[in-house]
């Protein structure tokens, strides 16, 4: 995007294009996300590029910056695995102990037990997570267990700029999915000590009736099988040792 705008200055013919055609010549850019991004933006559908404000033209650049590995930008780790395998207890000590900015997720389910909107998750009806998906709200979003779970893009990346490290605890069809987009992001699986111990920790939690958790076990069976598609395997015997090798391989990654 950055490159485009540059050419304003020197080339007619991109000067005068209207910038909802050059939307739609991006990849994963269709005729409805386009006019959704021009909204959000406050930029008028029938706006040529030599038309465009500085606030604009920045708020355009940013929406489509990729970050790319360098001293100023953070390393964006993505920490996966099998429903059970202890994720979010993972993730929960990171965000405890600051060690990197953990993204918030939207979701369809609805919340939990003591689960706070915008702490935990920002839950979303389907209409809204429906408007998320259109406009391109999302980083990443995938069904999982009857709802839906998704990255909102924008805080990614603003995070990413301000040069912290951010993790994101999404599930397995979400992480393959942040590869495709940013080939740079250190994806981390993270496995049971055996499958016993999974189950077992599927079992202990209070929050699944009895028919969510078979439902769940039997899907953690696939997911088992999809740790090779992953750049790193790490092993939740103890989450303090979890959260020491994630911080290794950021530090590494950078060094
Ligand atoms: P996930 O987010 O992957 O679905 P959870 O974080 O909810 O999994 O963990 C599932 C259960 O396993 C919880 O009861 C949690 O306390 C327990 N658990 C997580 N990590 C460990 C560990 N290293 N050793 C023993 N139990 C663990
Ligand atoms: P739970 O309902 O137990 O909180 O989460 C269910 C699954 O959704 C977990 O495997 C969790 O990692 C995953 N999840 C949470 N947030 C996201 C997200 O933003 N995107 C994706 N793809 N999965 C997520």
């Given at each position: 995007m950055h490159d485009v705008i540059e050419l304003v200055r020197t080339d007619d013919a991109i000067a005068k294009m209207r910038v909802v055609e050059l939307l739609e010549s991006?990849?994963?850019?269709g005729k409805v996300r386009a006019i959704a991004i021009l909204d959000r933006l406050g930029i008028?559908?029938?706006?040529r590029l030599q038309g465009l404000g500085t606030h604009q033209r920045d708020a355009l650049i940013k929406e489509f910056a990729i970050p790319r590995v360098n001293l100023d930008v953070g390393s964006l780790i993505v920490l996966s695995g099998p429903g059970g395998v202890g994720k979010s207890t993972v993730s929960k000590e990171i965000r405890k102990r600051n060690d990197f900015w953990v993204s918030v997720s939207a979701t369809t389910r609805a919340p939990r037990g003591n689960e706070v909107h915008g702490v935990d998750y920002i839950f979303m009806s389907d209409e809204e997570f429906d408007r998320g998906i259109a406009n391109g709200f999302f980083l990443e979003w995938a069904h999982f267990a009857g709802a839906r779970y998704g990255t909102p893009r924008q805080h990614v990346i603003d995070a990413l700029h301000e040069g912290k490290d951010v993790l994101l605890e999404i599930e397995i069809k979400g992480a393959k999915q942040v590869k495709e987009s940013w080939a740079h992001s250190i994806l981390v699986f993270l496995e049971p000590p055996t499958w016993e111990d999974l189950v077992s920790r599927l079992e202990g939690?209070?929050?699944?009736n009895p028919e969510r958790r078979a439902e769940r076990l039997a899907l953690a069976q696939d997911e088992m099988?999809?740790?090779?598609?992953?750049d790193h395997i790490l092993i939740n015997d103890e989450v303090e040792k979890v959260v020491a090798s994630l911080i290794r391989l950021v530090h590494s990654q950078r060094s």
């Amino acid at each position: 995007m950055h490159d485009v705008i540059e050419l304003v200055r020197t080339d007619d013919a991109i000067a005068k294009m209207r910038v909802v055609e050059l939307l739609e010549s991006f990849t994963g850019v269709g005729k409805v996300r386009a006019i959704a991004i021009l909204d959000r933006l406050g930029i008028s559908k029938t706006r040529r590029l030599q038309g465009l404000g500085t606030h604009q033209r920045d708020a355009l650049i940013k929406e489509f910056a990729i970050p790319r590995v360098n001293l100023d930008v953070g390393s964006l780790i993505v920490l996966s695995g099998p429903g059970g395998v202890g994720k979010s207890t993972v993730s929960k000590e990171i965000r405890k102990r600051n060690d990197f900015w953990v993204s918030v997720s939207a979701t369809t389910r609805a919340p939990r037990g003591n689960e706070v909107h915008g702490v935990d998750y920002i839950f979303m009806s389907d209409e809204e997570f429906d408007r998320g998906i259109a406009n391109g709200f999302f980083l990443e979003w995938a069904h999982f267990a009857g709802a839906r779970y998704g990255t909102p893009r924008q805080h990614v990346i603003d995070a990413l700029h301000e040069g912290k490290d951010v993790l994101l605890e999404i599930e397995i069809k979400g992480a393959k999915q942040v590869k495709e987009s940013w080939a740079h992001s250190i994806l981390v699986f993270l496995e049971p000590p055996t499958w016993e111990d999974l189950v077992s920790r599927l079992e202990g939690r209070a929050t699944d009736n009895p028919e969510r958790r078979a439902e769940r076990l039997a899907l953690a069976q696939d997911e088992m099988a999809q740790a090779p598609f992953f750049d790193h395997i790490l092993i939740n015997d103890e989450v303090e040792k979890v959260v020491a090798s994630l911080i290794r391989l950021v530090h590494s990654q950078r060094s």
